[in-house]
């Protein structure tokens, strides 16, 4: 699956991967801010951007071009805005939007593959992210799984039972579909009143614990500082 | 020698009218191990989820000595480690040790002592290995062995393990009864698998609409219900 390998690639050791959570969510922030504020006609400070990005993937020793193609995944999104604008007739919009949004997909990315989770949601809460928030995240990601495996058994035993033949119309394909949505939904609230049982039988309290307070090194103030001072760098001079 | 649980006239009734508890009698003595058997919605888990308070019925239910009210509720829930049927309800930390140390941090004990805890359960579990590991990159009885560690984490007197062979393969019952037969506590299980009843209880009880009908050794009762496969 998609999110187990940048779960992976997150736990691999590098200089970037022992960054402090936190610094690098400031450093994104950073970024993001930077390129969403550039110039839509600044193509060189777009470009050196994409340089700062790229040079991060290869110091956390990551997949360059895997990371690069993954990154595309938001142009569909982004490319219904870009459309628009070009059909309002406003091109370099339009590319901009395209150029932008790729970038702060390859930024998240580059977060993401470099920060286990724990330590990502940990950093997010030391950084004033209500913990109510931060938690449903949590939970949400960790019974993704578990209702993504339920739904591809409903799909294989659904598969099982069908001729093979796909000649049973769009019509009764919606009414399956539609109907195993609202088995998967009325599993998942099963399942939240078994995980509040098992959280409760072993003293939940409505507090989570938290074992380790990240820190923040000397080494992490110089990251942060870099990547602050780069990106800046970028938008002033390009 | 005391009652680690007891429990006089359990009647349990759900919100749809099911009765699924119609005047339960039970004890367990320390190193007591008790198979609760009988068929499905017979009573035998929502008879367990009283023992720790998740659910309340009418009658009395005691445990070490407390009776279940809401203000013992911390000091049972202590005392009783209860793994559930389903590992992925109970595993719901980011991380395997976060999740062991859960119950641990819960008690009220220091970051460190909740932590040397988890490791200490996970070691005893043969799961030291996976403590930096998210659940849901282990087995299903990898699963189910991290899950015991956490409420042995939780240093119980009572484990209450709900169809603990489910999901398992052969080898990994074995283990599970090995690992089971080391630990010191009473014991309670819920379980459809006679073999696995046979090699560890000391006695059970069988579950019929709500009441426990039978008692006695596993194969005394199985033989009287024809419980065999």
Redesign the interface.
């Known amino acids: 699956m998609h999110h187990v390998l940048v779960e992976q690639w997150s736990r691999r050791a590098s200089w970037l991967h022992r960054r402090d959570a936190r610094g690098k969510l400031l450093a994104l922030v950073a970024i993001l801010i930077a390129i969403g504020t550039t110039r839509i006609d600044a193509h060189a400070a777009l470009a050196a951007y994409a340089l700062l990005l790229i040079t991060a993937l290869l110091a956390a020793r990551l997949p360059v071009i895997s990371i690069l193609l993954r990154s595309a995944s938001v142009l569909p999104f982004t490319g219904t805005f870009a459309l628009v604008s070009w059909i309002a007739g406003d091109a370099p919009r339009a590319i901009s939007l395209l150029e932008k949004s790729y970038l702060s997909a390859l930024a998240a990315l580059l977060l993401i593959s470099t920060t286990p989770l724990p330590r990502l949601f940990a950093g997010l809460e030391s950084l004033g992210v209500p913990r109510l928030i931060n938690l449903t995240v949590q939970f949400l990601y960790r019974y993704l799984f578990v209702i993504s495996e339920q739904a591809q058994h409903m799909r294989l035993a659904s598969r099982c039972r069908s001729s093979g033949k796909n000649n049973h119309g769009t019509r009764s394909r919606f009414a399956a579909a539609t109907g195993s949505l609202a088995v998967l939904f009325a599993r998942s609230y099963g399942r939240a009143e078994g995980v509040h049982r098992a959280m409760l039988s072993r003293g939940f309290a409505g507090h989570f614990p938290l074992l380790a307070a990240p820190r923040f090194t000397l080494a992490d103030g110089g990251f942060l500082t870099a990547a602050i001072a780069s990106a800046l760098l970028v938008r002033v001079g390009l | 020698m005391s009652a680690l649980i007891e429990v006089r006239g359990l009647r349990y009734r759900y919100d749809d009218g099911t009765q699924a508890l119609n005047g339960i009698d039970f004890d367990l003595r320390p190193g007591d191990c008790v198979a609760l058997l009988g068929a499905n919605g017979s009573g035998k888990t929502t008879f367990v ?1 009283h023992l ?1 308070g ?1 659910l309340t019925g009418e009658g009395f239910v005691k445990v070490c000595g407390l009776p279940v009210t809401k203000e013992n509720l ?1 000091a049972i ?2 005392k ?1 480690g ?1 793994v ?1 049927q ?1 590992s ?3 595993l ?4 395997v ?2 999740d062991v ?3 641990p ?3 009220g004990l220091k ?1 460190e002592e ?2 040397a805890r988890a490791h200490t359960a996970l070691t005893q579990v043969g799961m030291d290995w996976a403590a ?1 590991k ?4 282990l087995s299903a009885g990898e699963k189910r062995r991290v899950a015991l560690a ?2 042995l984490a ?1 240093d119980p007197e009572i484990l209450v393990l709900d169809e603990p062979t489910t999901y398992l393969d052969p080898p990994g019952q074995r283990e599970l009864l090995k690992l089971l037969k080391e630990l010191p506590q009473a014991k309670i299980l819920v379980t459809h698998d006679i073999p696995f009843a046979q090699s560890l209880a000391t006695r059970a009880v069988f579950f019929e609409k709500g009441k426990v009908v039978a008692e006695g050794s596993v194969s005394q009762v199985v033989g009287q219900f024809d419980w065999h496969l």
Do not use: K
């Open positions: 989820l720790n998740l911390p829930r202590a009783i209860m559930f389903d992925d309800e109970q719901f930390m980011p991380s040790l976060e140390a859960f119950g941090a819960n008690q970051i909740a932590t930096a998210a659940p849901y990159h956490g409420v939780m």
